[in-house]
Nanobody, 127 residues
């Protein structure tokens, strides 16, 4: 069962911005956090951001720090990934997933909740 749906992808030029949306399939999200991942062709899925739903704490991958931010709508059932200063290397299929942000002195990891991943949304950045 898929618990979240991604949207908002598209084709943009380098330097432009894009906002992705992750909408809960129910009235709200069930878990403590929502993470964004991406997967480029021929590469493994990599973490992008983790957002704790109760207080808005955000953890970002080094590759997107200073360019990407995460926010939540007032209704609480949609989380956004705002991407700015996009680069061709940001090209990937982006996924969101409910779960838990795990932090340590070494950084952060994500523990995904049970359930299937969605189909993702394609982001293509041309040079």
């Amino acid at each position: 069962e898929v618990h979240q749906v991604e949207s908002g992808g598209g084709l943009v030029q380098a330097g432009e911005s894009l906002r992705l949306s992750c909408k809960a399939s129910g009235s709200t999200f069930d878990d403590d956090a929502l993470a964004w991942f991406r997967q480029a062709p021929g590469k493994e899925r990599e973490k992008v951001a983790c957002f704790t739903l109760h207080d808005g704490s955000t953890f970002l991958a080094d590759s997107v720090k200073g360019r990407f931010t995460v926010s939540r709508d007032n209704a609480g059932n949609t989380v956004y990934l705002q991407m700015s200063s996009l680069k061709p290397e940001d090209t990937a299929v982006y996924y969101c997933k409910e779960g838990l942000c795990l932090t340590s002195d070494d950084g952060w990891e994500f523990e995904a909740a049970l359930g299937s991943w969605g189909q993702g949304t394609q982001v293509t950045v041309s040079s």
